[in-house]
């Protein structure tokens, strides 16, 4: 079946970076991109951007320009996502997501979620 | 790009319907077909429910339905039941501008 895991939880210090992994089966990886979602605690959903996993395209939420950068590795089916100089609001879960349909527009299905914790 | 705006409560009893609405613009929701659906139980990932505007993958029941009108995109549960107790979120393509992504603020789904 169509699987997406996760890399573990991870605490960092503000100012600090993180890479969290995506690791696919179950689909052919080239032929999809993947979304990255996030989701402070107790709130809502947040789309971060995506990556094309057939050409290596990206497109990123316009707050975290600068900041963050989507890559995949398509020998082992992986996609990263790494946030750099990290602020306590950057505390969230980050969810991986398979993306589908026209420029990537929905979401199926979804990894496990990391937690990532900003603090000193 | 602000988030769209869903009421954040709604509740039915087992059997009811209830229908939740999505508020956007003529920049996103009202701009195109491109409104998906998510569910969220707490402590679990988000699990797609209908996509482009109201189509629905393939082992989401029946009883989930969506539909759009101008800037207003809806999902209905009917016959609802104690297990589609959860927070569900929209979100739709907001332009191509940037490519991005915008999702609603979440609707807590209450089965009284």
């Known amino acids: 079946q169509v699987q997406l895991v996760q890399s573990g939880a991870e605490v960092k210090k503000p100012g600090a970076s993180v890479k969290v992994s995506c690791k696919a089966s179950?689909?052919?990886?080239?032929?999809?991109?993947i979304s990255w979602v996030r989701q402070a605690p107790g709130q809502g959903l947040e789309w971060m951007g995506w990556?094309?996993?057939?050409?290596?395209?990206?497109n990123y939420a316009q707050k975290l320009q600068g900041r963050v950068t989507m890559t995949t590795d398509t020998s082992t089916s992986t996609a990263y996502m790494e946030l750099r100089s990290l602020r306590s609001d950057d505390t969230a879960v980050y969810y991986c997501?398979?993306?589908?349909?026209?420029?990537?527009?929905?979401?199926?299905?979804w990894g496990q979620g990391t937690l990532v914790t900003v603090s000193s | 790009q602000s988030a769209l705006t869903q009421p954040p409560s709604a509740s039915g009893s087992p059997g009811q319907s209830v229908t939740i609405s999505c508020t956007g613009t003529?920049?996103?929701?009202?701009?195109?077909?491109?409104v998906s659906w998510y569910q969220q139980h707490p402590g679990k990932a988000p699990k797609l429910m209908i996509y482009?505007?109201?189509k629905r993958p393939s082992g989401v029941p029946d009883r989930f339905s969506g539909s759009k009108s101008g800037n207003t995109a809806s999902l209905t549960v009917s016959g609802l039941q104690a297990e589609d107790e959860a927070d569900y979120y929209c979100?739709?393509?907001?332009?191509?501008?940037?490519?991005?992504?915008?999702f609603g603020t979440g609707t807590k789904v209450t089965v009284l």
């Open positions: 997501a398979r993306a589908s349909g026209w420029n990537y527009n929905w979401f199926d299905p």
């Open positions: 179950g689909y052919t990886f080239t032929s999809y991109g």
């Open positions: 990556i094309s996993a057939y050409n290596g395209n990206t």
């Open positions: 003529s920049s996103d929701v009202g701009g195109y077909n491109y």
């Open positions: 482009e505007v109201s």
């Open positions: 979100s739709s393509y907001a332009g191509s501008n940037n490519f991005f992504y915008v």
